[in-house]
């Protein structure tokens, strides 16, 4: 078997700034994607949830180190330093780059601001020491400088790419690690050095910025904020100096993206050739095999929608809604409806100052038309809606999803299917570019509860994708996305409990692949349970049955007026190869043409309906159970059980009343005990490639 590391984990619990959580996501996405998926990730995470074997690298952002220490010492500490011994990568900025010393001396001697003490993580094995430079103040610009720093380009050449030698960067707190060359016998380098005097003793060197070698891993600690870009600080924000700041940081952004780039090659990580810009959200098109329909449905929203400046719009519990006529589809009513929405209705609402010292207040920008590529608050960023009701979307809107392809393959998958009514993909809302089409949906409840059962949203790319705990789906282009609304009656709870919807999903899935055209049922495609899919590395021997995940599925639920309204989700890899493989890789290997969205998209929903259908008649039957079998990994698995005390079991199935995992207890030698666990999905989670079924929280 075979594992990919492809979550970086930005620290974001106790004693984390909110601008620097939100200057690491911007920065790291655009220099990572879509190779990883970057996400925060909270305290209770770090201490309680199996976050390391598929995390690439684990970020400390800014902040006060006095946080972290009050929710991660002890266990914390242990899984994060074990991590880094293991193989893993850590990056500290300022903050995070103390929290890694051996011992932290913050401004010593000095009331009311003095943090002192050890620290338990001790990568660099000396002292790190600041303020560099004076006039740190909490929750404050009042400190901030363009530091200059001399790059050790001997140190970063190894890794490939182009290195600067001198570059500013942001600085606003940060301290030097001292005599960090004298560490060198331990694994310390000195990246990046202060060219300016220091108000502090830094002993040999003014280091601002060391990599440490830390058992098979290693980590990479700064003084300074390298990922702070000057497209994201508002010249408003400090003193009279404080735009020559950022003028100054603007001008040596190559330099600083070159270094960052630099430091994460060093650390093992796959570096984005090209920038990865953060999208801006597209418009969102509502469709259906039949036209008319569309305005029979925005008809029945009439309760909902309000009339502001003479615009439409749905105001859900998380999203606003602007619904636009196609008529009307041009650059310059579209400028204008935007325009207007955005001054009268939510004022700089895409655009969050992130370094400002109240959290919660919109400010306006700077310079805000030289750049939209910034940080962005996607949730407060009105989300434009066409509605077609005399016809589908045409290919010049919609260049990346094909309308006309996709209602015509459901209707030839409908017409060959049994048990189907034709409801599922029947409405489509697509956009180009979305926050989640899950969160669309789920996450604005008034809006979901007028929406049809079957309607289903899918997206080319999602900026805020969502997966199971805290873990997010990878979601560039290429991969197939879509969330379907269903309805599922109270009433069938006894025959058919709504649990067993994320594994008709996931057999949906499958029998999409096999039955996407004469061929590809030979596909290596199988499940992991709960709701992972997974295929055969076709890069490998296939000897070596080295798996690798290409998807994911994710079923929230709520219950109104006497439904279960669900909303089930789904990320596959059909085009693209980051961040493990895709379907046209096995395609491509089986000599079959490749997969196109439209028509895959089709035969899974076909095929989701009719297993649908079927289970609410019959339950998860037999039949049901025999076929998920034939294509699950973990038929007589044996594996550790984390809950129950750490005791070998081997799995036998699941049950069909509950959906629940059943693992009979293995004593000496391997022979039954005659004990059995069935446990429950919401709370254990399967680490397939280690054999453990771990504890999930």
């Excluded at 901030?144 to 380009?153: D, G, H, Q, W």
């Excluded at 996709?406 to 956009?431: C, M, Q, S």
């Excluded at 067993?500 to 057999?507: C, D, E, I, K, T």
Aim: a neutral charge; glycine letters at 10%; hydrophobic letters at 40%.
């Amino acid at each position: 078997m075979s594992s990919k590391r492809v979550n970086v984990l930005v620290y974001s619990g106790n004693g984390a700034t909110v601008e620097s959580v939100r200057h690491c996501l911007w920065s790291l996405r655009r220099l990572l994607g879509p190779n990883y998926a970057v996400i925060p990730v909270s305290g209770d995470a770090v201490l309680r949830e199996p976050w390391t074997a598929s995390c690439a690298l684990f970020v400390m952002p800014g902040g006060a180190d006095l946080g972290y220490c009050r929710t991660l010492n002890g266990e914390g500490n242990r899984r994060i330093s074990q991590y880094v011994k293991q193989g893993g990568s850590y990056l500290g900025l300022c903050a995070g780059g103390y929290y890694a010393c051996a011992r932290c001396e913050f401004e010593e001697g000095k009331k009311g601001m003095e943090v002192c003490g050890d620290r338990e993580l001790a990568f660099f094995p000396g002292i790190g020491r600041g303020l560099a430079f004076p006039g740190f103040v909490y929750h404050s610009e009042a400190g901030t400088r363009a530091a200059e720093l001399r790059v050790n380009k001997a140190a970063l050449l190894t890794a490939g790419g182009a290195v600067p030698d001198l570059f500013w960067s942001y600085y606003n707190g940060g301290g030097a690690f001292v005599n960090a060359s004298q560490y060198s016998s331990k694994g310390i380098e000195i990246l990046a050095s202060y060219t300016e005097k220091l108000s502090i003793d830094s002993g040999e060197d003014a280091a601002a910025i060391v990599y440490c070698k830390v058992g098979e891993g290693a980590a990479i600690l700064t003084g300074p904020h390298p990922e702070f870009a000057a497209v994201n600080l508002n010249k408003t924000d400090g003193g009279p100096d404080y735009p020559k700041v950022v003028d100054a940081l603007a001008a040596d952004d190559k330099q600083r993206v070159d270094f960052m780039k630099a430091c994460l090659a060093k650390l093992g990580l796959q570096v984005s050739q090209e920038d990865q810009a953060v999208p801006s959200l597209s418009r969102l098109h509502l469709s259906s095999v039949v036209p008319s329909e569309i305005s029979e449905l925005v008809s029945s929203w009439a309760e909902i929608i309000v009339t502001e400046n003479g615009e439409e719009l749905i105001k859900g519990e998380n999203d606003t809604f602007h619904l636009e006529k196609p008529s009307a589809w041009s650059m310059a009513n579209v400028a204008k409806a935007v325009s207007s929405i955005a001054q009268n209705i939510l004022p700089d609402a895409a655009i969050t100052s992130p370094t400002t010292a109240n959290e919660n207040a919109e400010k306006p920008t700077a310079d805000k038309e030289s750049s939209a590529d910034r940080i962005l608050d996607y949730d407060k960023a009105v989300k434009r809606l066409i509605a077609h009701e005399t016809s589908m979307p045409d290919s010049k809107e919609t260049p990346y999803f094909n309308h006309h392809a996709f209602f015509a393959n459901l209707n030839h998958y409908n017409d060959k299917a049994r048990d189907t009514e034709g409801v599922f993909g029947r409405y489509i809302l697509y956009g180009e570019v979305v926050t989640s089409t899950n969160t669309m949906l789920e996450k604005n409840p008034t809006w979901l509860s007028h929406i049809p059962s079957g309607l289903t949203a899918t997206a080319t790319t999602q900026v805020a994708g969502r997966g199971r705990g805290s873990n997010i789906w990878v979601s560039p282009p290429g991969s197939l996305m879509f969330s379907t609304v269903m309805r599922h009656p109270l009433s069938l709870s006894s025959i058919a409990p709504v649990v067993f919807v994320q594994y008709l999903a996931a057999l949906a899935i499958v029998a999409g692949i096999h039955g996407y055209d004469r061929g590809y049922a030979t596909l290596p495609v199988k499940l992991k349970w709960p709701n992972d899919i997974y295929a055969l590395d076709p890069s490998k021997d296939p000897k070596d049955k080295a798996y690798v995940k290409i998807g994911g599925i994710l079923v929230n639920s709520s219950y109104s007026g006497g439904d279960y309204t669900l909303v089930a989700g789904v990320g596959l890899n059909v085009t693209n190869a980051a961040p493990t493989t895709s379907l046209n890789a096995l395609a491509t290997k089986a000599g079959l043409p490749p997969f196109t969205l439209e028509r895959l998209l089709a035969s899974i929903l076909v095929n989701f309906e009719s297993l649908y259908k079927r289970f609410c008649r019959t339950g998860f039957g037999r039949d049901f159970e025999e076929q998920y079998y034939r294509s699950w990994l973990h038929s007589d698995q044996i594996v550790t059980l984390e809950a129950q005390g750490g005791v070998r079991a081997r799995i036998k199935g699941i049950t069909r009343d509950w959906g629940l995992l059943v693992a009979e207890e293995l004593g000496w030698e391997d022979r039954r005990t005659g004990k059995v666990w069935e446990l429950q999905s919401d709370s254990n989670s399967f680490d397939f490639f280690k054999g453990l079924v771990k504890r999930k929280i």
